[in-house]
């Protein structure tokens, strides 16, 4: 039997899943938060049961070496020894990597020269695998993309219209993300319905406080939401997704900002938050749209955004056999769903209105007579790494 680690690291935040493999069970996991303050979170669930405390962290290879020393004292593992490999979610991995890797100093490099356009969470991930590399160094790593899943779409679809110089200088092009997410659902779904992936044509929705959503064909990626980075695609939380480019020249004059100062708000203030002005939390808009107005047309925008997308990958595919919706506001807002797929009444979806509001892992929430299936479906982005690490490390259960 395997131990994988399976960790996100971010900026002041390292999440960690531990599975037993090819098992496929979580042994347990946690978050250590504040990464850097004196009152750090560190919260491990054991037995079921969340064990949360506050004590200062200085930095990712301190909240490693807690992590570590706690599964040993916990009685989790005997020993570290029996930690074989660890799995890292990796945000960007440009045109590079196609598939997960073995971590190796020229990956370590690679991973260092993207976080030019994903400097937030590229650079987190490397002092996540540095402390791991630091505390474990017999351990072999591996890197999971959110892009891998996403480097088979084709140059008319990944290229912008803009000056081509800004792809050759600066590898401006679109990549896409949550491609862990997408690729598990998508196989997931294939598994479901009981035939190969190779003959479908799915749509995965990833719907949480980020948002994406992919044409996945015979199993392949061909096209995504999301861009060169993020921002692109659906409105999210409190990113605005698509907008006219030129909003971004007319409001620096108009309120002297500069260029990066309005990214950072239609990343951080726009989306459902800057159109309600209430909150990012779909919850909170569901629970005030029939009173507020504003609260209700960005739940409007949402759908009618979700539905524009999977209308033109419906053309793109020549149909849909399936349609996903997961993460957070997928796997839990039954009124997101019925408004999307309300939408796409003109396509044949026909919704089971009772399926759509039960509370079940995976449910299929569209009637036999449906010319699309439509399902919800849990995503699980830490097997998939617990698997990929298995898969490239090569790793055999002895
Ligand atoms: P994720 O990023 O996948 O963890 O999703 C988090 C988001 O899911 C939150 O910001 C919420 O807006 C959304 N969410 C969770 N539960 C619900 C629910 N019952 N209804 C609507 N949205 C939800």
């Not at 999977?310 to 919706?325: A, K, M, Q, R, T």
Request: net charge negative; hydrophobic share 40%.
């Amino acid at each position: 039997m395997l131990k994988i680690m399976a960790v996100n690291a971010g900026s002041s935040s390292l999440k960690f899943k531990l599975f037993q493999m090819p098992g496929e069970e979580v042994i347990t996991e946690g978050i250590v938060e504040r990464i850097g303050a004196e009152d750090a979170y560190y919260t491990i669930v054991v037995n079921g049961d969340k064990i949360k405390k506050v004590l200062p962290v200085k930095n990712h290879s301190v909240a490693v070496r807690l992590l570590l020393d706690d599964l040993v004292e916990r009685e989790i593992v005997r020993d570290l020894s029996e930690i074989n490999g660890v799995g890292h979610r990796i945000v960007q991995g440009g045109s590079y990597f196609p598939d997960s890797v073995l971590i190796d100093e020229d990956v370590i490099a690679k991973i260092d020269e993207l976080a030019a356009i994903a400097p937030l969470h590229n650079h987190a991930h490397l002092i996540g695998i540095k402390a791991f590399i630091e505390a474990l160094p017999e351990v072999p790593n591996v890197a999971v993309f959110d892009t891998s899943f996403h480097q088979t779409m084709n140059e008319e679809t990944y290229m912008y219209a803009i000056p081509f110089e800004w792809y050759e200088k600066y590898k401006i092009r679109k990549y896409g993300a949550h491609g862990t997410s997408h690729k598990y659902v998508a196989m997931k779904a294939a598994e479901i319905v009981g035939r190969p992936i190779e003959e479908l044509k799915i749509v995965t929705c990833h719907l949480g406080n980020g948002a994406s959503i992919a044409a996945v064909k015979g199993g392949k990626c061909v096209d995504t939401s999301m861009g060169l980075t993020p921002l692109e695609g659906i409105p999210m939380g409190t990113r605005s997704g698509n907008i006219d480019p030129a909003i971004v020249g007319f409001i620096s004059e108009a309120e002297n900002l500069t260029a990066s100062e309005i990214v950072e708000i239609l990343n951080k203030k726009s989306g459902y938050l800057g159109v309600s002005g209430v909150s990012n939390d779909s919850r909170d808009l569901e629970a005030c749209m029939a009173e507020n107005k504003r609260c209700k047309l960005a739940l409007d925008i949402q759908t009618k955004r979700i539905a524009d997308y999977i209308g033109s990958y419906y053309v793109l595919l020549e149909g849909i056999d399936i349609i996903v919706f997961t993460a957070g506001i997928g796997e839990n807002s039954s009124r997101c769903r019925r408004d999307v797929l309300k939408r796409l009444k003109v396509l044949g979806v026909e919704i089971d209105e009772e399926a759509n509001t039960r509370q079940r892992e995976i449910v299929e929430i569209t009637t036999k007579n449906s010319k699309i299936r439509a399902f919800v479906i849990p995503t699980n982005e830490e097997l998939m790494i617990a698997r990929d690490t298995v898969r490239i490390a090569g790793l055999c259960a002895k």
